[in-house]
């Protein structure tokens, strides 16, 4: 073990450092992303039947081959994985916001729109707090998958833990892989449970027993 840190410390170090900034930053967009569209797409939700399965089919494009297109036009820059990672995030987002905001019981509308409230008032008083839980499993999912995404930067020369996972395994060298995993892994968990805690938060106490289950 010392030998191995002697070795790859600085290295694992680094791996780490840019792993989380990629994530940090793609998880970000795509969060901002998919509540920009999931809003919009309440407001047109006939449009649903058409989007969504869109993104549905988009979703099953493999992460490394479309990391491999945009390579092709952007080239080996930080902002091919981004975009690309960015994406991929927005897709639950932009899903849990259509639902939540969809779920949202018609009388708590109504009953805004009784007190005065415009549109826009009732969208982001209303709509968007009782909607916020579901919202937020979706960042969630997004985040933990991003950070599982993130591996393939490293296929194109950009970084992150995927370096040791893919040194590992092509040189079938077991320390390596377990090197890019096990971090992998622990930043999924410390992410998904500050996410955990941004959810308890938001979540009006009311709800809170009703999310738990």
């Known amino acids: 073990m010392k030998e191995f840190f002697a070795t790859y410390g600085s290295m694992l170090i680094k791996a780490i450092g840019i792993h989380t900034v990629y994530v940090l930053i793609s998880v970000a967009i795509g969060f901002l992303l998919g509540l920009a ?6 407001r047109v939700p006939k449009w649903s039947g058409i989007i969504l399965p869109i993104i549905s ?3 099953t494009i493999p992460g490394l081959v479309f990391i491999g297109v ?3 036009y952007i080239g080996m820059v930080p902002a091919t ?14 899903k849990n916001t259509y639902t939540g905001i969809l779920g949202v019981a018609p009388q708590y509308v109504e009953a805004s729109k009784g ?12 709509e968007l707090p009782l909607a916020m839980p579901t919202i937020i499993a979706g960042l969630r999912m997004s985040a933990i998958y991003t950070v599982s995404w993130t591996v393939l930067a490293s ?3 950009l970084g992150g833990l995927g370096d040791f996972v893919y040194q ?22 410390v992410v998904g449970a500050a996410i955990d805690l941004l959810q308890k938060r938001v979540t009006p106490h009311g709800m809170r ?5």
């Open 155 to 157: 296929m194109i020369g």
């Open 168 to 189: 590992g395994v092509s040189s079938n060298n077991n320390t390596l892989i377990i090197a890019g995993a096990i971090p992998a892994a622990i930043l999924a968990i």
């Open 57 to 59: 089919i988009f979703q």
């Open 209 to 213: 027993k009703e999310v738990g289950k």
């Open 70 to 72: 945009l390579f092709l």
């Open 115 to 126: 007190c005065g409230m415009s549109a826009v008032q009732t969208l982001f008083q209303v």
């Open 37 to 42: 569209f999931g809003i919009l797409l309440s």
């Open 81 to 94: 994985i981004i975009i690309a990672l960015s994406i991929y995030a927005m897709f639950p987002v932009l």
